[in-house]
């Protein structure tokens, strides 16, 4: 997982920010889908 994906999941996740989480797992979930595949 890059770094600054991770950064983003660790301030959605600090500052609660559900809608920005579930973006960006659906983000994560078809970057590795395309990737993958």
Known sequence: ????????IRRAFFEKNRYQIKLLNQCWYYY??????
């Open 1 to 8: 997982m890059p770094t600054w994906f991770q950064n983003q």
């Open 32 to 37: 590795r889908r395309k990737h993958c595949s």
